[in-house]
């Protein structure tokens, strides 16, 4: 099994950004995490705003099939370039809702082999820490090589992209809490 670590660069990041990406056997294991400077119930409002996609890089289509308890089925549709390989991906994504503590998902159709997570919300003297934890295997006729180096290139700007969303959000985030 191949095993290889990888951490993107977080000097430059005002959230306390990490992010690492490991290769295991044919998969992907990512974790990341960040702090936002909005409330636990804000946070987990605005990632439970499923049908936003702006703030996630490559998301062109995001929608809500169902909804029962606190299960909810997403559908939703990446579009990427990974050197000179298009990247598409489909899924459809059954997410369970813990109130204002994170959420678990896993991949029930689509074009990855697997991919399931988790997204955990703990409050800390800074704000929020947003942990993100995932395993992806590709089923894709794009090298994994070039997945890998797409993912490590392009997965900080992404969580950075959330973050910044985030916060800029806010009010509108606040609104939805009271």
């Known amino acids: 099994m191949c095993n290889q670590h990888s951490r993107a660069d977080q000097s430059s990041s005002p959230y306390d950004l990490k992010v690492s990406i490991d ?18 119930c804000e946070a987990y409002v605005f990632l439970t705003d499923y049908e936003v996609v702006g703030m996630t890089p490559g ?13 909810v089925t ?3 549709l990446i579009e990427e370039r990974a050197l000179l390989f298009p990247l598409r991906m489909h899924s459809i994504l059954e997410y369970t809702e813990q109130l204002n ?30 942990r993100y934890q995932a395993f992806l295997e590709p089923n894709s006729s794009v090298p994994k090589g070039v ?13 950075e992209n959330i973050a910044q969303a985030m916060d800029k ?9 009271r």
């Open 74 to 76: 997403i559908e939703r």
């Open 147 to 159: 997945i890998e180096y797409f993912m490590k290139n392009n997965m900080q700007k992404s969580f």
């Open 59 to 71: 998301l062109i289509e995001s929608k809500v099939k169902k909804r029962e308890g606190n299960k």
């Open 169 to 177: 959000n806010r009010d509108a985030l606040n609104l939805a809490c």
């Open 101 to 130: 503590q994170g959420l678990n998902f896993v991949q029930t159709k689509g074009d990855s082999k697997a991919y399931s997570g988790s997204w955990r919300l703990k409050t800390g003297d800074k704000g929020v820490q947003v």
């Open 23 to 40: 290769r295991v056997g044919a998969g992907f294991s990512i974790e990341a995490s960040y702090i936002a400077s909005v409330s636990q």
